[in-house]
């Protein structure tokens, strides 16, 4: 057990295929849902095969801030015991740089009788949130946030409102789920209806309405950009969380890098959350395609970008702008860091990500000190092009507790060494 964890760490190349059971820790995406359902039905909630790490225990803290009981029985599960409803919280709920979290408790917290400040970190607050604040002011709630990024503070009064809210999710889908999940909870139907066409991966949006109806909601989806939900509430039950899809992908390109053979205990194709996509392109390397549309699986593409560098010809991610507000700006972030590893691998252009394969990369690199923008993403990335090339240091490898505390580990378990730097 790596622990605590250095400043940095570099990574030495095993030089032979990883070999092993590996299984990745709960899905991020649905823990945080199901933690918001279960604190929004009345009674005892089971939730199992959960994730546990800094999104999700952030998400956690909020609830309980708001009168809500989370028992942790184990590694992988949460109890929670509710009345159905959010209570005001004392002083404000602080989520780190929880997408998830921000966006999902802004619209439940409407629910709450009283106001409620919803912040998180330096780079929560420059993650726009204005067309989310927006749709919930259409919808009669008073919400306020003068930035357009978090701080938001919510005067609630109890209601989640009726009629028909409109939402532009060009920026996130995790808007439009967040309008959803809050929308049982309203005195009469609502009907979310999307704006734009554009909703990033909308596979996030289908979790979002598989958790709901586990949790009794009822929710039709209208046609492709609009969905009506009965003012149900919801009600407590026990719900397994699969395995995280976005991580599974490290695993994957793993794989793919060192020729090896990880038995994660799930199927790809078992996967409900999008990014499992990026299996059957990560089975196509050295041969990935030059045109990959990262749209529908968009946690994926750096673990993608970062497998292209070694692919046999150069490969444009496409469908990729708001990779530019997640946890840091990833387009940005992934070709400076390729470039610290050759000059010229990683080239913006717009909002396209072009990466200048080379077969032989291994052979050209150079030692470079990663830096991760505080972003686990591209700490978990850029540790897959530590297991063939030379010299890569991972700065700031803790950052990976965001969604993957055990990703260290698990790289150690199979065998990979590890060097503590400064
Ligand atoms: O709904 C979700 O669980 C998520 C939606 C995606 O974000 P956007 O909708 O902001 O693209 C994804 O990047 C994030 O990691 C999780
Ligand atoms: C974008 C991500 O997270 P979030 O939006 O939930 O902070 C992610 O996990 O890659």
């Not at 407590?236 to 992908?249: H, K, L, Q, V, Y």
Request: charged content about 15%; overall charge negative.
């Amino acid at each position: 057990m790596l622990s605590p964890l250095p400043p940095a760490l570099t990574i030495v190349p095993p030089n032979r295929p990883l070999v092993g059971r590996v299984s990745p820790p709960g899905s991020k995406s649905i823990t945080n849902r199901a933690l918001l359902l279960a604190a929004l039905a009345d009674g005892t909630s089971r939730l199992t095969g959960a994730l546990k790490s800094k999104d999700t225990t952030l998400m956690a803290a909020a609830l309980r801030q708001m009168g809500v009981t989370v028992d942790e029985p184990d590694a992988t599960s949460f109890t929670v015991t509710s009345i159905g409803r959010l209570q005001q919280p004392s002083g404000p709920l602080f989520l780190g740089n929880a997408g998830t979290a921000t966006r999902f408790l802004t619209a439940a917290v409407a629910t709450v009788d009283g106001a409620v400040i919803v912040d998180g970190d330096e780079e929560m607050r420059l993650r726009p949130i204005g067309p989310l604040v927006t749709a919930l002011r259409s919808l009669g709630i008073d919400a306020i946030c003068p930035t357009g990024c978090p701080p938001v503070t919510i005067h609630g009064n109890g209601s989640f409102g009726s009629g028909r809210v409109e939402i532009d999710a060009g920026l996130s889908s995790q808007y439009v789920s967040a309008l959803l999940m809050a929308a049982p909870l309203g005195h009469g139907a609502i009907t979310v209806a999307l704006t734009g066409k554009d909703i990033g991966a909308r596979g996030y949006v289908d979790l979002t309405l598989a958790a709901m109806r586990a949790f009794g909601a009822e929710v039709e989806q209208l046609d492709a950009g609009t969905w009506l939900v009965q003012p149900t509430g919801y009600s407590a039950t026990d719900f397994r969380i699969e395995p995280d899809a976005s991580a599974a992908t490290y695993l994957w390109g793993i794989e793919a890098l060192t020729g090896g053979r990880i038995d994660l205990g799930v199927a790809a194709d078992a996967f409900t959350q999008p990014d499992a996509a990026a299996q059957a392109v990560i089975a196509q390397f050295p041969n990935m395609p030059a045109i990959i549309d990262g749209s529908q699986m968009q946690d994926a593409v750096p673990t993608l970008a970062v497998l292209a560098a070694s692919n046999n010809r150069p490969v444009r991610f496409v469908g990729i702008a708001n990779l530019r507000v997640k946890e840091t700006d990833r387009i940005r972030a992934v070709a400076n860091e390729l470039n610290r590893i050759l000059p010229g691998l990683g080239t913006e252009e717009g909002d396209d990500l072009v990466v200048a394969a080379d077969p032989n990369l291994a052979a050209r690199s150079r030692p470079a000190r990663i830096e991760t923008y505080h972003d686990h993403r591209i700490a978990m990335s850029f540790a897959l092009a530590g297991l063939k090339l030379s010299g890569i240091t991972i700065l700031d490898p803790a950052c990976t507790g965001k969604t993957y505390p055990e990703y260290w580990d698990m790289l150690a378990g199979l065998g990979v060494e590890l060097q503590p730097t400064t």
